[in-house]
């Protein structure tokens, strides 16, 4: 258990310094203006390992059910979650795209995945909302959309350190989580690529 | 007769399939919704690889309708509408803030002509040679598309919007008829105070702005100083002839939105002309506002008697009553009337209740008592929900009898304004529930302090917490707004910058929590049930938490 943490921390910091390195050389080259390597600046994102301790709240899902978040996130299958408002104008749209993107890429493994996306804005975010929602970016039954109370949107996001004290604020970042009685999360931070996503979950579920 | 054929065919003529839309239109709706003109939907990719297609690749997305961007965490979104875009700016963009050693180092971004453009839309690359941000993406459009796109850019967001003078920026508020003269006055003596304050708190910015341009040789600061003017739009007569009166104050003075305002009844005719003429309108003192569909230029606290009846379902149908509940609703058969009653039978039909027994009141007479013991005794209702105001329920049988069948009389908290005078005596003691959409009793009175230690300093009269708050509001949340745009007087930035910053005001209305975003014009999204407002201003507990439906 010890050894395993050890090295997935290690794969990650690896993995995470790899990501920093090719970014900050992006970033030098377009100063020098490398108009070749424009493609190459992909998803500027950092990698980190963190433990979460999820509240234990009841949030509603896109059908009007309640269910504890905690029953959501136990299980065998690997998770992935983010944070969004469905009147979100820059950042969500894209973390949600990228979401669908990875649904699409992972074809028919998508359903051995739970994906999370939670509201933000819970008080605009009704059932009705996430459904219509969900449709415009072809979530299938694997992706969860969830509201609840404002107070425990914001325990949620507490837990993950992704609490910004508004919504407008908000940063993009995606967790992964193996499933099982592991504690440990990956979390990626910044605008990621679904195949970035899809590599980290691939790391992930390796061990 | 040939005239009016060819005044026909003009009008007809701009919606004719096969004529080209000029640049402008086109650049429209690419920007706005992601539609080119052969009607096939915009497609870029993201520097991810992310595909976005269509509505959600539109400019608008990130750029908003004002073109003058914004952003949301550490993500800024340049501004690109075109006397901005096609003029050098001075840039710092967020991946150079990213990194330490370049975070003082702004710069200066070279003009956009239309071929860099065509570079940046497509290569994600701006005319000093830098790559645009992450969330940039690159566009698949021709030279034409981008020359339309180009022309829509160029027109927007304009230096000087209607209302706005190179000294002055011009206000209304609207007065229907039929409000109480103290409401009214409780109303405009808020407002009044507060463009005193705005003008005094900047009365030297004239003079400052003068005296930098000697001293700096600009006008950069100080340039965004303008006089609040205030003018008070009063309607009189029939709701049909008020879009002719705006129209009319309007054209006599244009004005850049409208703050506040009041209304015993029907608002419809001052949203439709907010929303025909593009004037921002702020925040009404108003029980029914137009609930309908959402607007774009309209603003309201709540959806009133509407979202009271949506919170009355979801608590009644979460365990209070059961599917088969006798359940009585009594309204006035008119617009503002069938609009409650109509979304709590939905409401509860949705959830699986579908005994509602509608009982309208039609004409204006008041309601005598022997309407409601024949009610009461003929009906029999186990809940019997009141869509009222207080003359309509003066006569009700309170110091009568409870009949046994009934478990709870449930009235609106916006409709009735003096709850304490439904006596709860006897048997009706608990029975008699008040569905409230506002702050509760104590947290309100220390919200309200601010306001009331700002209003007393001014010799306002305190008359009206109510109007006074929300008023204080709409005033307080435009001039926040203003003074985050700096010389962009641009009626989209305006809405935009609302909807960013209703959430964190530092102005309290009488509503618990306030919170907008993009493209949301009702602020206050929940209420309670309570057990009314007691004699003496105390309140009965809350029969539920904060509902949101």
């Known amino acids: 258990m010890k050894y395993r943490e050890v090295i997935l921390a290690l794969v990650i910091l690896f993995a995470g310094t790899v990501m920093a390195m090719s970014a900050g050389n992006a970033r030098s080259e377009t100063e020098h203006n490398h108009h070749h390597h424009t493609m190459a600046d992909a998803s500027a ?40 408002f469905t009147s979100c104008t820059a950042v969500c749209p894209v973390m949600s795209a990228t979401f669908s993107q990875v649904q699409e890429q992972l074809g028919d493994e998508a359903g051995g995945v739970r994906m999370v996306s939670i509201s933000i804005d819970p008080e605009n975010d009704t059932p009705a909302r996430l459904r219509e929602y969900a449709s415009r970016f072809g979530a299938g039954p694997q992706w969860r959309m969830l509201t609840g109370s404002t107070e425990d949107s914001i325990a949620v996001q507490r837990a993950f350190g992704a609490f910004r004290g508004d919504k407008m604020n908000h940063e993009p970042a995606t967790y992964l989580h193996t499933g099982g009685p592991e504690k440990s999360w990956v979390r990626l931070d910044g605008l990621t690529s679904a195949s970035d996503i899809i590599k980290t979950y691939r790391e992930l579920a390796a061990h | 007769m040939l005239s009016a054929w060819l005044l026909l065919t003009a009008l007809v003529h701009p919606a004719h399939a096969g004529v080209p ?27 991810n690889g992310v595909e976005l297609s269509g509505s959600a690749a539109a400019c608008a997305v990130c750029h908003r309708r004002s073109g003058l961007g914004g952003g949301e965490g550490q993500n800024s979104v340049r501004p ?13 963009s967020s991946s150079d803030q990213a990194s330490p050693a370049q975070a003082s180092s702004a710069r200066t971004r070279p003009r956009y002509t239309l071929d860099a453009l065509a570079r940046a839309l497509r290569d994600g690359v701006d005319p000093s040679g830098r790559l645009l941000d992450a969330l940039m993406p690159r566009y698949r459009l021709n030279d034409d598309e981008v020359r339309q796109l180009a022309a829509y850019l160029q027109q927007l967001a304009p230096r000087q919007a209607p209302g706005v003078t190179g000294s002055e ?19 405009l003596d808020v407002l009044q105070a507060f463009f005193a304050a705005k003008n005094g708190g900047t009365r030297q910015e004239q003079r400052r702005r003068e005296i930098g341009r000697n001293v700096t040789g600009s006008e ?14 009063r309607l009189r007569g029939q709701p049909e002839s008020w879009p002719a009166q705006l129209q009319d104050y309007y054209r006599e003075q244009p004005v850049f939105a409208v703050l506040s305002g009041i209304a015993a009844g029907s608002w419809q005719p001052v949203h439709e002309f907010c929303e025909r003429n593009e004037v921002p309108c702020l925040f009404p003192n108003i029980g029914f506002p137009a609930v309908a569909q959402t607007g774009y230029s309209s603003f309201y606290f709540s959806r ?18 059961g599917r088969d509940n006798n359940i009585v609703q009594v309204f006035r058969d008119d617009a503002s009337g069938r609009a409650p009653a109509q979304a709590l039978r939905a409401a ?58 009934l478990h709870g009389l449930y009235v609106s908290g916006s409709l009735v304004a003096s709850p304490e005078r439904l006596q709860q005596v006897g048997g009706w003691i608990g029975r008699v529930r008040c569905v409230d959409q506002l702050e509760q009793a104590g947290l309100r009175t220390q919200h309200m302090t601010r306001m009331n230690t700002w209003l007393r300093a001014r010799n306002v009269l305190l008359a009206d917490e109510h109007i006074q708050a929300n008023t204080f509001f709409a005033a307080g949340i435009a001039g926040d707004a203003l003074a985050h745009m700096d010389e962009n007087f641009s009626r989209d930035y305006f809405i935009e910058r609302i909807e960013h910053m209703t959430g964190q005001s530092l102005f309290h209305s009488v509503y618990p929590r ?12 929940g209420g309670y049930v309570t057990g009314c407002m007691l004699k003496g201003g105390h309140r009965a507990a809350l029969q539920s938490n904060w509902i949101v439906p």
């Open chain 1, 45 to 84: 994102h950092q990698s980190s390992a963190a433990s979460y301790d999820i509240p234990d709240v009841r949030l509603v899902d896109a059908g009007g059910m309640t269910i504890s978040l905690r029953e959501v996130l136990d299980g065998n299958e690997p998770v992935l979650l983010n944070f969004i």
């Open chain 2, 80 to 92: 690109i509408a075109g006397r901005l875009l096609f003029a050098p700016a001075l840039i710092q």
């Open chain 2, 348 to 405: 509860l039909r949705q959830r699986g209740i579908d005994t509602v027994v509608d009982r309208p009141l039609s004409g204006s007479v008041p309601v005598p008592e022997s309407f409601w013991i024949r009610l009461l005794d003929g009906d029999r209702p186990e809940t019997l929900i009141l869509w009222l105001n207080d003359a309509d329920i003066a006569k009700f049988p309170l110091q009568r009898e409870v009949p046994l069948s």
């Open chain 2, 21 to 47: 839309p000029d640049d402008e239109s086109a650049g429209k709706r690419i920007y706005r919704e992601g539609m080119l003109p052969s009607g096939e939907p915009l497609r870029g990719t993201l520097q």
């Open chain 2, 169 to 187: 920026i011009h206000f209304a508020t609207v007065i229907a008829p039929g409000v109480k003269p103290t409401q009214e006055k409780a109303m």
């Open chain 2, 304 to 321: 009133g008697a509407v979202l009271e009846a949506e919170v009355l379902a979801k608590h009644l149908a979460g365990g209070v009553v």
């Open chain 2, 514 to 525: 306030l919170s907008l975003g993009p493209g949301q014009r009702f602020a206050s999204k």
């Open chain 2, 220 to 233: 950069q600061m100080y340039r965004a100083y303008r006089k609040w003017q205030l003018h008070v739009w």
